[in-house]
């Protein structure tokens, strides 16, 4: 039974009274009327200020893995390191197992100190696995094909709702066809293609891969990604390209939107985009 500063009580006669209560509750007694008595105390401060270094004789330690110091944070302070990232690869603070839980919020609170400014503006550094742990058994799952992530685009409800027939696309899952009642696979996709050619069709593609490729070469170096000329696209116009193997072979296509003279925006299949990013 908790009484008193741990459950939030902290003026003392809030907490005497809670202490009388938690007592005649853990030993069963009557809650008999009674004088508590009168306490002449200043109330504690509900929210103390959080304390991030204890100032001693020898070395006072921020990061227990990688043995940084409160001074070594100075000391990059001293030496120009300000930046939250650059005082992380400096001192090594954060980068150990715990990806900084146990360190990074003193370690920064000293460097705000010595900058003079809230820890808010100075920032965070950026977390890497395993900030989140990730059990053995997850990490093993996908060998035995027991974990596989499955992305859904918005439309997923959608298409269900309209009879498809979904498959995975990579990660993703996207409409195979929307098939009628006795269609064949090949009967419904002739059908759909048909209706497309004669009226309209829509087609989610927001699973397919999108890269943006920008910089005073981006045009040439479209021209050597496809087999078709980008340098001669007009800004706000799209195009089509084909990519090829080193042995001639296709292995991507998709649109390519040239958004300013040096800016683009590339798609590719939803299965190839992470080998065409690299």
Not at 49 to 77: C, M, N, W, Y
Not at 139 to 167: Q, S, V
Not at 168 to 178: F, Q, V
Not at 215 to 220: L, S
């Amino acid at each position: 039974i908790g009484a008193g500063a741990c459950t939030g009580g902290f003026p003392p006669a809030e907490a005497i009274a809670e202490g009388r209560a938690a007592g005649l509750a853990a030993a069963g007694g009557p809650s008999a009327p009674s004088v508590l008595p009168a306490v002449e105390a200043v109330p504690g401060d509900p929210d103390p200020a959080p304390v991030f270094e204890i100032r001693a004789k020898g070395k006072s330690f921020v990061d227990f893995q990688h043995d940084v110091t409160a001074e070594d944070v100075r000391l990059a302070h001293r030496e120009g390191f300000v930046s939250v990232e650059h005082l992380k690869r400096y001192t090594t603070l954060g980068m150990a197992t715990d990806q900084g839980k146990s360190s990074n919020v003193p370690g920064l609170a000293i460097m705000a100190e010595a900058l003079g400014k809230p820890i808010p503006e100075v920032g965070t550094t950026r977390f890497r696995p395993p900030f989140a742990p990730v059990s053995i058994g997850s990490l093993a799952a996908e060998r035995f094909g027991d974990l596989k992530p499955e992305r859904l685009t918005p439309m997923h409800d959608w298409h269900l709702a309209n009879g498809a027939t979904m498959y995975s696309a990579g990660l993703w899952y996207r409409p195979m066809i929307y098939g009628h009642a006795g269609e064949t696979v090949e009967q419904a996709y002739v059908r759909e293609a048909k209706a497309t050619r004669e009226s309209a069709g829509i087609v989610d593609v927001s699973t397919l891969g999108k890269i943006a490729v920008q910089g005073p070469d981006a045009a040439a170096f479209l021209d050597r990604v496809y087999t078709n000329m980008f340098s001669t696209l007009a800004v706000g116009k799209a195009r089509y390209g084909l990519m090829l193997r080193e042995d001639g072979l296709a292995f991507d296509d998709g649109t390519t939107w040239r958004l300013g003279e040096q800016d683009f925006l590339m798609t590719t299949t939803t299965a190839n985009a992470g080998k065409v990013m690299q």
